[in-house]
């Protein structure tokens, strides 16, 4: 069994508000089914992540995070007009991020990027998540090399861009090790690239339920980190560096 914590991870409960995205509405994927689904694993944690399904909507995430129990953390959606009172309050319930969807819509326009990564670092203490192809970093990178904490989903997607992922790893942008079945380039080409730059810059997540990839998760993911890396190294990947950059 391996040990893991689980850095990105969406919860879908119907009880809660969800919108249609781009024609798409994802099935149901309780706290409940993700625990059943990843039985295999010894959890220390985990990231829950909201969708652009989801947008700003709250209430799901506070209700999975109480659900889920010590050692999970939210990733959430905000507005730029957001409270530093709603920071507060979503920070009480653990949430540690703000996220950009670039790739999907649903979160907030990246021109409020720079104000909003730097704000909810300065109250909260928070990091920023994009999801976003390598393809498009440049037009972004001088912020996001600026700024006190980020980190990119999905190994970046595609491998047109991949050297501008590198480029911000080595200023200290974390990548996710997730979505294996949704990504266009070689994984452990990517993994040893990235690992070679910062290791401690990767951070394994299962992307469950892996809405719109064209393969789910799959428990042979973990394998072939470790296959690729080596047990010190992919022990890393897997639960060490996520679990110091979410719960430090």
């Given at each position: 069994m391996r040990t893991a914590f689980d850095a990105h991870?969406?919860?879908i409960d119907p009880r809660f508000p969800l919108i249609e995205n781009q024609g798409y509405l994802p099935d149901a994927f309780t706290c409940r089914n993700y625990l059943d689904t990843v039985r295999e694993l010894k959890l220390i944690g985990g990231a829950v992540v909201s969708g652009s399904f989801q947008g700003f909507d709250q209430t799901y995430l506070i209700d999975a995070l109480q659900s889920l129990g010590p050692g999970f953390v939210g990733v959430t959606q905000l507005p730029h007009d957001t409270t530093?009172?709603?920071?507060l309050r979503l920070h009480s319930y653990g949430v540690r991020a703000v996220r950009f969807n670039v790739r999907r819509g649903g979160s907030e326009d990246l021109s409020q990027l720079d104000y909003m990564a730097?704000?909810?670092h300065e109250i909260a203490g928070w990091h920023t998540?994009?999801?976003i192809d390598s393809?498009?970093?440049p037009d972004i990178a001088p912020v996001l090399a600026a700024l006190p904490a980020v980190s990119i989903d999905h190994l970046g997607?595609?491998?047109s861009g991949f050297h501008h992922l590198l480029d911000l790893v080595d200023t200290g942008?974390?990548?996710k090790a997730t979505g294996f079945g949704r990504v266009e380039l070689d994984v452990p080409q990517a993994l040893r690239a990235i690992a070679a730059v910062n290791p401690d810059a990767l951070m394994f997540g299962t992307d469950l339920p892996s809405t719109r990839a064209r393969r789910p998760y799959q428990p042979s993911d973990i394998e072939l980190i470790?296959?690729?890396l080596g047990e010190e190294l992919a022990d890393k990947v897997l639960f060490r560096n996520a679990s110091d950059w979410y719960l430090k």
């Open positions: 991870m969406h919860i530093d009172e709603e920071l730097r704000r909810v998540e994009l999801y393809v498009n970093l997607l595609s491998q942008v974390r990548v470790y296959d690729t």
